[in-house]
């Protein structure tokens, strides 16, 4: 851009500013993050904690940090990086400077451009993060390297009511096929930093905060979770025009295309606005002490996911306040662990990836349509009760918990994945169910351990085919579930702590209370 250096930049300094006159407000429109599994680029100032979402700075020069905090396999360099930096009146500007290892580069409110920048790899603009469009310049930081960071020092002289924002874009490479496929990094909203000078000595009435919790930090695919979102109003004064977004991350699939990194299942309240990259509530007007709750229930049925640490985040934004507020939340997903027998999760990966073709495929699309057709032989509820036909039938039904409406229909996704652990020969069917190694799930109350696997298969079924009541299905769901976290003892066997706890327990005759 016209008025600023093209060398690449490793550090940097602000000259100070004082910021006076008319506010103008960024209201935050949360953004899915690019890709879990690629480059992902956060930006703080050194003096707050990284983790910290919706970064404001209050002094007129401060250390900027620009971190890729990539995850996964492969090259996770940001390629090609800059830094934005948007202005919300150039009239307000008087001077600044961003100072990184090639030197200073000034920031020249004549050589701003309005509008909203692009990205190189596609040509779309970035997302609005609630700033754009702007007045803005782009700073060029070359390749981030995954794990690296780079600090420049910012310093800024201006009036009252001026406000800069930073956020970061860069072009990440994955391998599809022979070709290597480019797409857009950006870093998520919340994981930016803005400038922030008013009068002093004049603390503002109007305050928000935001929290996000996740259901666990680690999930297996296919597994159901939910987050909550909570925003408060903590401050003396009436929050009006109160805006509630929630970011749905992507990863990028084998061919290097973005794709839903969770699918939504459930939304309460339910949302104003919903699309394929974010949520969003008008809450309208928040008196002081009020709060409001928030919950996303998803499930982790995207095998691309695999292995990723997925984030995203929440961010709240009102008429009073300059800058939204934003809270993240992270949860690694993961294949079912190794040493376990297999649940509906481990046979959901299993099922996909060699429909996919993947290397990562324990088995073949020849052995699974064989033990398919094994369970259909041996089975008294599929396909009787459950009319599984094909391979991508038994995929719906493992990788989708949410579909399963009913206790019966619970117990049956349980169940064909212990089916498939028999004809497998993961799981012997004479397998007593004392002799396990228990896994995260505790054996149920009341369950035998005396008795063997086949048994157990045959007891369930027999009540599916009764139309037993829940209370007994839901025990017989305990205990295949129980089993399928389970491992077979190793020639050390394993601690006969489970055999202690159950022995004494009545049979599976006397169901759970």
Same mark, same amino acid.
């Given at each position: 851009?016209?008025?600023? *250096?093209?060398?690449?930049?490793?550090?940097?300094? %602000?000259?100070?500013?004082?910021?006076?006159?008319?506010?103008? %407000?960024?209201?935050?429109?949360?953004?899915?993050?690019?890709?879990?599994?690629? &480059?992902?680029?956060?930006?703080?100032?050194?003096?707050?904690?990284?983790?910290?979402?919706?970064?404001? $700075?209050?002094?007129?020069?401060?250390?900027?940090?620009?971190? #890729?905090?990539?995850?996964? #396999?492969?090259?996770?360099? =940001?390629?090609? =990086? /800059?830094?934005?930096?948007?202005?919300?009146?150039?009239?307000?500007? $008087?001077?600044? *400077?961003?100072?990184?290892?090639?030197?200073? %580069?000034?920031?020249?409110?004549?050589?701003? *451009?309005?509008?909203?920048?692009?990205?190189?790899?596609?040509?779309?603009?970035? !997302? &609005? +993060?609630?700033?754009?469009? =702007?007045?803005?310049?782009?700073?060029?930081?070359?390749?981030i390297a995954q794990g690296e960071i780079i600090s420049a020092g910012v310093v800024v002289d201006g009036t009252e009511g001026l406000r800069v924002h930073f956020d970061a874009k860069a072009t990440g490479y994955r391998q599809a096929g022979p070709q290597l496929k480019c797409y857009d990094v950006i870093n998520p909203s919340g994981h930016d930093v803005t400038m922030v000078f008013d009068e002093p000595g004049n603390p503002s009435c109007h305050e928000v905060s935001i929290s996000k919790t996740a259901g666990a930090t680690g999930v297996a695919l296919g597994d159901a979770m939910d987050y909550v979102i909570v925003v408060e109003n903590p401050g003396t004064c009436e929050l009006t025009d109160v805006m509630l977004t929630e970011d749905l991350p992507t990863v990028l699939d084998p061919t290097g295309a973005p794709v839903p990194a969770f699918t939504v299942t459930a939304i309460d309240p339910p949302p104003d606005v919903q699309t394929d990259t974010m949520i969003e509530w008008a809450l309208g007007t928040l008196e002081p002490g009020a709060v409001v709750t928030a919950t996303v229930s998803v499930v982790f049925d995207q095998p691309d996911a695999v292995g990723l640490v997925i984030e995203n985040t929440a961010c709240v934004a009102s008429f009073e306040l300059p800058d939204p507020a934003c809270a993240s939340a992270s949860v690694e997903v993961d294949v079912s662990d190794e040493d376990e027998i297999g649940g509906p999760g481990f046979w959901c990966n299993q099922l996909r990836f060699a429909r996919e073709g993947r290397p990562n495929a324990k088995f073949t699309t020849a052995e699974l349509e064989a033990w398919l057709l094994s369970i259909f032989d041996q089975s008294a509820v599929f396909p009787e009760l459950w009319p599984l036909v094909t391979l991508m039938d038994a995929e719906n039904m493992l990788c989708r918990p949410n579909q399963a409406d009913t206790m019966a229909d619970r117990l049956?996704? +349980?169940?064909?994945?212990?089916? /498939?652990? $028999?004809?497998?020969?993961?799981?012997?069917?004479?397998? $007593?169910?004392?002799?396990?190694?228990?896994?995260?799930?505790? &054996? !149920?109350?009341?369950?035998? &351990? *005396?008795?063997?696997?086949?048994?157990?298969?045959?007891?369930?079924?027999?009540?599916?085919?009764?139309?037993?009541?829940?209370? %007994?299905?839901?025990?017989?769901?305990?205990?295949?579930?129980f089993v399928n976290n389970a491992s077979l003892p190793g020639t050390g066997g394993c601690d006969d702590e489970f055999v202690r706890r159950t022995a004494t327990r009545g049979r599976h005759g006397n169901h759970r209370p």
């Open positions: 851009m016209s008025g600023l *250096t093209t060398h690449r930049i490793r550090s940097l300094t %602000v000259r100070p500013m004082v910021l006076a006159a008319a506010m103008l %407000v960024f209201i935050a429109a949360s953004t899915a993050s690019p890709a879990s599994a690629a &480059p992902q680029l956060w930006l703080y100032p050194d003096s707050d904690d990284p983790q910290a979402g919706g970064h404001v $700075v209050t002094e007129p020069a401060f250390t900027l940090n620009i971190e #890729n905090r990539g995850t996964g #396999n492969g090259d996770n360099t =940001a390629t090609d =990086a /800059f830094l934005l930096v948007a202005v919300n009146d150039p009239g307000l500007l $008087v001077s600044g *400077t961003v100072t990184l290892a090639g030197g200073p %580069v000034d920031l020249d409110p004549a050589a701003l *451009t309005y509008g909203i920048p692009t990205f190189d790899c596609d040509g779309k603009t970035v !997302p &609005p +993060h609630g700033v754009y469009p =702007a007045y803005y310049t782009e700073i060029p930081l070359g390749d049956a996704r +349980h169940l064909l994945a212990m089916w /498939f652990n $028999v004809v497998s020969e993961r799981l012997p069917a004479d397998t $007593v169910l004392g002799h396990l190694c228990p896994g995260d799930e505790e &054996p !149920p109350m009341n369950m035998d &351990p *005396t008795m063997t696997v086949e048994a157990l298969i045959a007891a369930a079924e027999a009540d599916l085919l009764a139309g037993a009541d829940d209370e %007994v299905l839901e025990f017989w769901l305990d205990v295949v579930d």
